[in-house]
């Protein structure tokens, strides 16, 4: 049974630091291995894949370019008319996964128009987006690139986006049929939509490409207050045979480190925090948490 792998989200953490490069030297100094950032646009791909190497630190996943997010555009894969931006936008993340590195591209959806009516439009928009996704398979496939689709919630998160649910998700990727096409797993999102996540786990795993976590419902890291059992959830993926990167995508709670002080009542901050100059936590808390168990097993 493998460790779960842990892959810091830069678009989340380290909100204290400005620019890619900062928050790259931090999550390396702070004992990632690996990073994930939703839009590395701002930069260019040679400054981030330096910045990467000298963190020691991959890149595991980016995500399609917003669109125009002043019109309130977030993503573009189901937007009708905006099909060729999906498509320019699909090619400036391929070109920057390849210099990157980066094995996956979050392909995002999008959200249905504003002022229509989501039953009314939801037809044509699952139209376009198969289209969209069969051209971005081919397009992937080719760079040996696999795309993912991430159901987002829109009872809290974002009300107007277009893809909601792990089992909306996994239909349309049935539709396009295609391997390098794979769904991502937000717990966060899972559990406030349809919560039953011992099933929905079980269920999708076998065609999930990657996960990230946060507590609900505050967002923060999993040691943060909140309605979800994280030592119960890594066990579960860990027994299902997750493979994949979990993803730290959530608001830091607290001051500094979200795992730098309490590092030990924490699941993930264990993972992290033996890496550095952290004392070992007293032994009761090696007995109870079946986290800092791995955290040994994994820095060895
Ligand atoms: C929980 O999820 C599983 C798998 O998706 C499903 O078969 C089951 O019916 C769900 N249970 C409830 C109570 O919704």
């Known amino acids: 049974m493998a460790a779960l792998r842990f892959s810091a989200n830069l678009s989340w953490l ?28 701002a930069e260019p791909p040679e400054v981030l ?35 060729a931006a999906f498509r320019q936008g699909l090619e400036q993340a391929v070109r920057y996964a390849k210099a990157l590195g980066c094995p996956r591209i979050h392909l995002m959806a999008g959200r249905v128009p504003q002022g229509a ?27 040996d690139l696999v795309g993912l689709l991430e159901p987002i919630n829109t009872r809290i998160t974002d009300p107007q986006y277009f893809l909601d649910t792990p089992q909306q998700a996994a239909a349309i990727l049935q539709k396009v049929g295609r391997p390098n096409l794979q769904l991502q797993m937000d717990i966060f999102h899972w559990q406030i939509m349809d919560g039953n996540l011992t ?15 946060a507590q609900v419902p505050g967002r923060g890291e999993p040691s943060s207050p909140g309605e979800l059992n994280f030592p119960y959830l890594f066990q579960l993926l860990e027994d299902e045979g997750y493979k994949g990167f979990v993803g730290c995508e959530y608001q830091p709670q607290g001051e500094g480190w979200p795992w ?25 808390y090696r007995r109870h948490s079946r986290g800092l168990e791995l955290a040994t097993f994994i820095l060895g």
């Open 260 to 284: 730098g002080r309490e590092l030990w009542r924490d699941w993930t901050g264990a993972v992290f925090s033996l890496s550095a100059e952290m004392p070992r936590p007293p032994s009761p």
């Open 199 to 213: 099933g929905n786990i079980r269920e999708f795993l076998p065609i999930v490409g990657h996960v990230q976590v």
């Open 117 to 143: 009516d989501r039953r009314a439009v939801k037809a044509e928009m699952e139209i376009v987006f198969l289209e969209n996704l069969r051209h971005a398979a081919g397009v992937l496939a080719q760079e």
């Open 14 to 41: 380290f909100p204290e630091l400005l620019g890619l490069p900062a928050r790259l030297r931090a999550a390396g100094s702070s004992g990632f291995e690996a990073v994930e950032v939703a839009w590395p646009y």
């Open 49 to 83: 894949a330096r910045a990467a190497r000298e963190a020691g630190l991959r890149l595991v996943l980016i995500n399609t370019p917003p669109g125009d997010q002043e019109k309130g555009e977030m993503g573009l894969g189901a937007v009708p008319g905006r099909q």
